[in-house]
């Protein structure tokens, strides 16, 4: 079975501070890893994936399979990066269905 | 492009009836997945339609159903509501011929069941 875990539930941090999301998994084969974001009033949206290995908004997420990990993180948070964050994971290929973790509020303050 | 649609934004049944939501996916997608977002919860995989047919499902039961057009519309259709289906519905659109994974999101049906 496929499961995704966000051990918490809120972050709140300031300005300037590092921000790191922590996301685990379990999966049997080699999955792929997403992070998504919900802002407020806006619609889910991915953020970022583990095969991309890009950084967007200055987040970035190594995929560490020996501890099943794919924690988020940036060096400084913003106000703007406020938002809901939800891990996800789907197997190998097009249109694999999605796995989400329960999410994590972030909350920057000024 | 105005990306994924869903209709109606808002929906208010009582235990017992039927329900249908609309997806529209984002323009060149011909993949369209649902999901179930329960209050302070990840959205949940029902089910993915490819080519007018069901590819994948998650563990919910018959009572959730769905249909794809050939225009690649969707429909789920919810029988016997339980105010359990109260959650928000979310339809995700991809192209499967791009080879990766990316499915884009529509704002949601939030649906109340009294």
């Known amino acids: 079975a496929q499961r995704v875990t966000q051990p918490e539930k809120l972050l709140s941090v300031f300005k300037g501070a590092p921000v790191e999301l922590k996301c685990n998994y379990s999966y049997s084969g080699s999955p792929e890893l997403f992070w998504y974001v919900q802002y407020s009033r806006q619609r889910l949206q991915l953020l970022l994936r583990h095969i991309s290995r890009e950084s967007i908004k200055g987040f970035t997420a190594d995929l560490n399979k020996g501890e099943t990990s794919f924690h988020l993180k940036k060096p400084f948070a913003q106000e703007e990066d406020s938002a809901m964050y939800y891990c996800?994971?789907?197997?190998?290929?097009?249109?694999?269905?999605?796995?989400f973790g329960k999410g994590i509020t972030l909350s920057v303050r000024p | 492009d105005a990306g994924v649609t869903q209709s109606p934004t808002h929906l208010i049944k009582t235990r017992g009836q039927q329900v249908t939501l609309r997806c529209s996916p984002k323009?060149?997608?011909?993949?369209v997945s649902w999901y179930q977002q329960a209050l302070g919860q990840g959205p949940q995989f029902i089910f993915q339609?490819?080519?007018?047919?069901?590819?994948q499902r998650g563990n919910f039961p018959d009572r959730f159903s769905g249909h794809q057009f050939p225009n690649y519309s969707s429909e789920l259709n919810v029988n016997a509501l339980l105010l359990g289906d109260s959650a928000l519905y979310l339809c995700?659109?991809?192209?499967?011929?791009?080879?990766?994974?990316?499915?884009?999101f529509g704002p949601g049906t939030r649906l109340t069941v009294l």
């Open positions: 995700a659109s991809s192209k499967l011929a791009e080879g990766y994974n990316e499915q884009f």
């Open positions: 323009s060149g997608h011909d993949t």
């Open positions: 339609y490819y080519e007018e047919e069901e590819r």
């Open positions: 996800a994971l789907s197997g190998i290929g097009a249109n694999s269905k999605l796995t």
